[in-house]
């Protein structure tokens, strides 16, 4: 019996909240996530980097990269990171790029070029954590479901790469909604190709899967997301 198979008998569906005297399922959960812990988690087909393991949890290697001489000259991204590959920084590593997007963000001539005024940004982050909320909302269905009373169309979509939030996940929350299906799950189109799948149900909702996308769809599928909200927002529908 596979991991997976042994999952579904002996957990019922439930991965994450674990009955503790489940102890099968435990076992089996544990096995899952140590397996899943050595997969990037916005995009199951990229490499993971080193502080992505809690194992081998590490400081990115850009953080031991003096930087000072890399902001000399006018250059892009693209153009630091032929750079910076001599410095031994794993480029392909999605993080890596994170963190020398914060150096290249917050160096003055870069932010004289995008004419950020002096005094309004203290320290450009990749992500603010330091938002000010009191609340966190960890279910928002009851929201959607009645904004969707109101008239209100959406577009719900999934990069079918994404290993933190899978497109599963999005259908498990759009199916206890309980709308019915006006267009069953079908391809929809960029350039001839399908660009993923797609259903559309009443109350004006759309889902659809991005293929190749991962976490952030946009960002790992920016020209199939484009054509997608361009789809959406014209005709309400991606087919």
Known sequence: MSVQQSLERHCGGEYRNVDPN??????????FYQWY???????????????????????PVCN?????NLFDQTRSLGQLTNLITPLHI???????????????????????AIHVRKGTVDLWEFCNSNLSYTRNANDVTSYHAYLSTKGYQS????????????????QAWIKALNYSIVDDWKPWW????????????????????????????PESAPYQALVMFAKWIQNGHLY
């Open 90 to 112: 794993t480029a392909k590593c999605r993080d890596y790029w994170y963190t020398l997007m914060t150096y290249w963000a917050n160096e003055l001539t870069v932010r004289d």
């Open 64 to 68: 031991n990269v003096d930087y000072s």
């Open 155 to 170: 577009l719900i979509y999934s990069g079918d790469h994404d290993p933190c939030i899978p497109f599963i996940s999005t």
């Open 22 to 31: 489940n102890l099968a399922c435990l076992q089996d959960a544990t096995t």
């Open 190 to 217: 960029t350039d001839d190709q399908v660009a993923g799948y797609t259903t559309t149900y009443s109350n004006g909702m759309t889902f659809a899967t991005v293929k190749g996308g991962g976490h952030t769809v």
């Open 37 to 59: 812990s050595k997969l990037y988690k916005s995009h199951i087909l990229e490499p993971a980097c080193p502080d992505d393991d809690p194992a081998t949890k590490s400081e």
